[in-house]
């Protein structure tokens, strides 16, 4: 079969099967079928779990990622190249290489894929930290308690894994647990140094009872002049990044219009 055939049977047939789900999703009729992807999604859940908390990805905070794009990205490229090596060559012999090749491809595109969440969603915690530590700061001398701060921070700051990870500390006590160990799951979770600086000071506040604001504000700056040298560090990359750009298109463009005239009268000049 060829390429096209493949498109013109499987194109269709993958339109029905949805078609035909979401029938069985939108109506009441008993059975299997209409759990199906509730099933699918749950299993996916299931396995990310194992995959995360298995600490696979926890020196790059793959425990803040929940969405599962990664997974269907994967199984979207294995199958696709399982396809096609099988298109290529359909000989018995070759059917478990073809097999192996998607599920490394597949597997390797959802490394790749949950990295990158993660190294966002880190990225989103160490950028929100300082305003989340200063405001804290000015809630306890306002002379609030750290719970009801703790609440208000989660909700003043913009939703991200931050936000989350201070209402999961929040909901510690209607869970039944303790303080410390929501504390303690939280810092497994939260791959970044400053904030396991700022949960250590959160913790020896409520411990000791010691005042906070005056740490937290001083550990809010410290943070945000760190924040201040990783973008020059940055700015000082992006010089080096820009060279490949300016010899592969802008350099050779440019120098096309400046020597066209001269190019174009020793060509005639050959030409006659």
Not at 155 to 160: F, L, S, T, Y
Not at 166 to 185: C, H, K
Not at 196 to 224: A, C, P, T, Y
Not at 247 to 257: D, E, N, T
Request: aromatic share 6%; hydrophobic share 50%; charged share 15%.
């Amino acid at each position: 079969m060829k390429i096209l055939d493949i498109l013109s049977i499987g194109v269709p047939m993958s339109a029905g099967i949805f078609l035909m789900v979401r029938f069985f999703q939108r109506t009441s009729l008993p059975g299997g079928m209409v759990r199906i992807p509730g099933t699918v999604m749950e299993a996916h859940r299931k396995a990310h779990a194992k995959l995360v908390e298995g600490r696979a990805f926890s020196r790059s905070g793959g425990m803040l990622v929940t969405s599962l794009g990664g997974w269907l990205t994967g199984e979207i490229v294995g199958i696709t190249v399982t396809t096609l090596s099988l298109v290529l060559n359909p000989s018995l012999s070759h059917i478990p290489f073809s097999i192996m090749l998607g599920m490394w491809l597949g597997c390797a595109t959802l490394f790749l894929s949950v990295r990158r969440q993660a190294n966002r969603l880190v990225q989103s915690v160490r950028s929100s930290l300082p305003v989340a530590s200063f405001l804290l700061s000015l809630l306890l001398e306002a002379g609030m308690g750290s719970h009801s701060a703790l609440q208000e921070v989660a909700r003043a700051i913009p939703k991200g894994p931050l936000a989350w990870e201070l209402e999961e500390i929040t909901r510690a006590r209607t869970l039944g647990i303790s303080r410390e160990a929501a504390l303690e799951r939280s810092r497994r979770r939260v791959p970044v140094e400053d904030y396991h600086i700022f949960l250590n000071l959160v913790s020896q506040g409520e411990r000791l009872g010691v005042g906070l604001s005056r740490g937290l504000r001083d550990h809010s700056s410290k943070m945000l002049e760190g924040e201040l040298y990783r973008a020059e560090a940055a700015a000082q990359k992006a010089a080096v990044k820009l060279l490949f750009p300016l010899v592969a298109f802008i350099f050779p463009a440019v120098a096309l219009i400046i020597f066209s005239p001269i190019i174009l009268n020793i060509w005639n000049v050959w030409g006659q």
